[in-house]
Every structure is written in structure tokens, then in C-alpha cells.
């Protein structure tokens, strides 16, 4: 049943591998930023998820930042995170992006302030995610707030949320609990480790999450032997083969192409991978290599879908 009017919900329902992206808002305001990363994109990319003040840093609000994706000719994914707004804050940016185009949401903790140019700053989560998560499905169930007030005409958003598959301690309980509250679709943290993303595949499959979700896995260009080692250290359940960095090492000044094949090897692991409806591919702010992979791995074009 499609119910948001979601270009991205629709692709899914239809069965087609779906790819998405990122656009990040810039630490400014200025709006030709996010059209030129959105029209980079145009062709593909399904959708585009907008993020939210990424690691606890002021950026642009991803509500604004949906808007121009979808003016340059891209469905926007609006980020939302329990962070930085209170439950009517929440709502009265559902309510907005609704209006504003966007179909999609993704509903986030959020990063630690701590990570950001505002260390200082106070973290609200006056509700968490699982709640966040539950009243984007009851505004679109229901058309009513928290507490209860009819908001028609409603939301009915297609929701997201994230995953950590290979973090360490991982409990699979707590994606179940993001599935019980209403989500549609997780998108999961990057992977390199194409063996232990299946192994996770094979521990959640017992519990239905491949048929009561869709299961996006995260993907990212390698860029250098520094850049993967950063991002073991320093990106929660991000791990890295020895043997990519190693190839990424030999590759010298060619380690971006070197970085290109080999995340499209994972792509094509990752779509061997029984349940994966799609693939989320970021680009840590920059759109080139993300082309070039979505390209390589032979996902384009991009379906029309009516």
C-alpha cells in the first residue's frame, strides 16, 4: 500500500533496487549550495536524503534544504533529529516539510553536541526516536498530534530510520522496536565488510525485518588510506578490511579511482545479499565519486516510476 505519495516508496512497493544519496545543507545561507549538490545528482539518485545539522554543527535547516532539493528536480529525504527540537518543534517541522514537497522523513537521534561548533549547546530530546518515529505514524494513521489534536489535512510520510549492523554490542532488538513503532526503511551506517553486513543480514532475518521493512545498506567512495583509517577510528560501527586499505596504500595518488572500485565491489556484495532493497551511497561531500560508483555499479538509469 503506498501511502505517501513517495516517489521513493513507490520504487521500493515495486520492487526495483533502490539508490539514495545525501545532500548537505552548507554552514551558511546560501541556497545555490544545496541546488548544485541536488542537480548533481539529478539522475542518480531516487531520492536524497537532506541532513540535520550533521555532527552537532549549525548548518542550514533541513527543512529549507528539502525544499531546493525537490525545486532542482529531486525527491528530498528530510532529516529530523531529537536533538535540537522539542516535541512541538517536531511537529511543526513534519507539518512544514510536508507542505514544503517532502514525502520522505528520516527520523534521527541526533549527534552529540559535544562533536560540534557548539559544544555548549543544550540537547533537547524531549522525546526520542522510537516516539519520533511513532508520531510521524500517527499523524499519518490518525492526523492527530501527541496529544491527540486532529492536524488535518496530515503528514503521511514515508519513514526512515538509521542502523548500526556492525557496531560492537550490536543488539538487533533495537531496530525491531524502530519496526514495531511505524518506520518503512532504514538506511544502515556505512559498510565496507561485505562478509559481516551478510552475517547481520542473517541474524535480523530471523526476527522479520526484511519484510516489515525495507533495508537500505550505507555505502561510501574510499578516498585514501588516511581517509578509511579515520573513519574506523572515529564513524561507530564503520570497519574497514585490511585489504582495501592496503589496496588504497599500493594505488598512491590514484587511491580515489582505487577508492571507486572497490566501493563498487561492495555495492555488488551488497546487492548479493538476500533482503537489501537498495543502496544508500554518501559521498561525505562530495557528488563526483558518488556518480562515478552509482555508474560503475550499473545502477543507472534510474527508473520512471508513475
Known sequence: MIRSESRLERILHGGIFAVTAEVVPP???DGGAV???ARALVGYADAVNVTDNPTGSAHMSSVAGAALVRQAGLEPVVQLTCRDRNRLGLTADLLGAWGLGA??????????T???DHPQATAVYDIDVLELVGLVARLRAEGRSLVGQSLEPAPRFF???ADQPLVAGYDPARLEQ???AGADFVQTQIVYDVDAFGEWA?????????ERMFVLAGAAPL???KAARFMQEHLPGVVVPKRMIDELEAAGPDGSDAGVRLTVDVLAGLRRVDGVAGVHVMGLGKEEPVRRVIEDAGLIPRPTVV
Do not use: H, M, W, Y
Open 27 to 29: 554552514r551558511s545561507a
Open 35 to 37: 541546488t548544485a549538490q
Open 103 to 112: 514525502r520522505n522523513v528520516l527520523c534521527l537521534t541526533g549527534d552529540p
Open 114 to 116: 559535544s562533536l560540534g
Open 159 to 161: 519513514i526512515g530510520v
Open 178 to 180: 524502530k519496526a514495531d
Open 202 to 210: 542473517e541474524q535480523i532475518r530471523p526476527r522479520g525485518i526484511f
Open 223 to 225: 578516498r585514501s588510506p
